[in-house]
């Protein structure tokens, strides 16, 4: 079955930088995604990759993908208070549908 | 703001009640998802809707239903409620419906259901 890890918590200060780790089990995950939930707020679409890209750069996000290792990260360069949030790795899982298997999110905490 | 409107925004009642949470997908967008968020299970799929048909089924129990409308809105029922129901409910509408698509699914802000 599929199964999405992430780190719970992760505290940095102000302009360094973030890395967000993120495992995933299936091999026929095709795009992978990272949303951003504020408090109280919805899910905030950041970036996707597609399976085939190891890499993917926009503007403070890089998104890296190790496809052997199904290791996915996100680093946020300049990481600002306004950064404070969880954030969520997933992956489309190719049953014929697009549907989405989401990790438990990892708390980003800023501190100035 | 994605695009994806859902209401209402807050609810509360009580249980053995049955309540109906309401999803606008963004424009132009035939697919539509629930997803239910709570502390202990995290963000689980419900069930996904392709241009009214029923096209995946995730975690969604039997007190639950959902349907896709003519004009692509979606309602999710939520039946018979019990305290564990308590949770945040997520729509997301996406253009097409299958995975190899390149398809981005955007996420509502939610309808939070608190069950006492």
Not at chain 2, 40 to 50: A, K, N, R, V
Request: aromatic share 12%; hydrophobic share 30%; glycine share 10%.
């Amino acid at each position: 079955g599929e199964d999405v890890e992430q780190s719970l918590f992760l505290s940095v200060r102000e302009g360094d930088s973030s890395v967000i780790n993120c495992t995933y089990t299936d091999s026929s995950s095709t795009y992978l995604y990272w949303y951003k939930q504020e408090p109280g707020a919805g899910l905030q679409l950041l970036t996707y990759i597609f399976s085939n890209m190891d890499m993917k750069q926009d503007q403070r996000l890089t998104v890296l993908l190790n496809k052997k290792d199904k290791h996915l990260s996100l680093r946020i360069a300049d990481t600002q208070t306004g950064d404070s949030a969880i954030y969520f790795c997933a992956e489309s899982t190719y049953s014929g549908y697009s549907t989405l298997t989401f990790g438990k999110g990892t708390m980003l905490l800023v501190s100035p | 703001d994605s695009g994806v409107t859902q209401t209402p925004k807050h609810l509360i009642t009580a249980t053995g009640q049955r309540v109906t949470l309401r999803c606008s997908p963004r424009s132009g967008d035939l697919s539509v998802y629930w997803y239910q968020q709570s502390l202990d299970q995290g963000l689980q799929f419900l069930i996904q809707y392709y241009n009214g048909e029923e096209r995946a089924k995730g975690n969604i129990l039997e007190r639950f239903s959902a349907q896709q409308f003519p004009d692509l809105h979606s309602e999710l029922n939520l039946s018979s409620l019990e305290l564990g129901d308590s949770a945040l409910y997520f729509c997301a509408s996406s253009v097409g419906g299958r995975g190899r698509s390149g398809n981005t699914i955007y996420f509502g802000e939610g309808s939070w259901l608190t069950v006492v």
